[in-house]
């Protein structure tokens, strides 16, 4: 049997006397996608440096394709794993074109076929009437689908792939700043990569977004995981509530749409 393509196992993480993480285990398989929820301060950002090797294991394992992930050559690495994090506070006087193409450093392949990989992201973040905007001028909402640009472009082996298995795009709050008609377009855009095998580890706030374009959903609470399950199972209003120390509702939409959950505050008969 092959090796799981990710495999973080019983892995924990210690800064001086702060324990950040504390025995979490799971594999992400290609074409999966794992959404991580929990408050602020659960360990969510932590996890996923962790994730990438940007962070080192205190205890236990991560592991990719069955080799130990901070054993692995960066660059053979960054062909594999592309991370978006959280906040880039770029400065730069660079052009959006230029920042997506950072994406291709590990590839190396600028001066021709990553050309089109650059050309095709962005594309497919609707950046390419912005190309020329330089990053610091750009709206909140645009920087951010410049970065996730980047990102594909590391991500990508090379234009028009039709098989990302083996690939894994990280994501730490990726739709935060956009608006809801780019929301939406992320959430077609993930799942068209899962359907091309490519494997996501995402972190989101919004649990209605995460949920809507998660296979999986992974609980964090104190640095622990508090459950890891199918989405719909993991839908139920009292684990929700745990996770947040918030009473939370569920509704089910009877039109086929997907459950939506809110804060119990908000009940029309509360
Ligand atoms: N390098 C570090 N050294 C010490 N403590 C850290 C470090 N990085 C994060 N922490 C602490 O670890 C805890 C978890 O941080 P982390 O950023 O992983 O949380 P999070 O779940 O992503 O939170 P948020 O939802 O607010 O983004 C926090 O209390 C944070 O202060």
């Not at 025995?23 to 301060?41: K, P, R």
């Amino acid at each position: 049997m092959s090796p799981p393509l990710l495999d973080v196992h019983n892995a924990g993480l210690r800064f001086a006397a702060s324990t950040l993480l504390s025995e979490i285990s799971f594999s992400l398989g290609s074409g999966e996608v794992i959404g991580i929820a929990g408050s602020n301060g659960a360990g969510k950002s932590s996890l996923l440096r962790l994730a990438c090797a940007e962070y080192s294991c205190s205890s236990g394992s991560v592991s990719l394709d069955g080799t130990d992930i901070g054993s692995i050559e960066p660059r053979t690495r960054a062909k594999r794993i592309a991370v978006l994090p959280q906040s880039m506070g770029l400065q730069f006087d660079f052009t959006v074109r230029q920042v997506s193409e950072l994406g291709r450093s590990p590839h190396g392949d600028l001066g021709g076929a990553g050309s089109q990989v650059v050309d095709q992201v962005l594309d497919s973040c609707e950046l390419t009437s912005l190309a020329h905007r330089l990053y610091p001028s750009l709206s909140g909402g645009e920087k951010q689908r410049t970065q996730f640009a980047r990102v594909l472009a590391q991500l990508l082996p090379k234009a028009c792939s039709s098989d990302l298995s083996g690939q894994i795009l990280i994501l730490d709050e990726p739709t935060s700043a956009m608006d809801v008609r780019h929301q939406e377009r992320f959430l077609r855009l993930v799942a068209k990569l899962r359907d091309l095998g490519c494997a996501v580890l995402l972190v989101m706030h919004d649990i209605n977004l995460l949920s809507r374009c998660s296979d999986r959903l992974l609980y964090l609470k104190h640095g622990r995981m508090l459950s890891l399950g199918p989405t719909a199972e993991q839908l139920n209003e009292q684990a929700l509530s745990e996770l947040y120390e918030y009473p939370l509702r569920i509704r089910s939409m009877s039109d086929g749409t997907p459950p939506f959950v809110y804060p119990a505050s908000h009940a029309p008969n509360a």
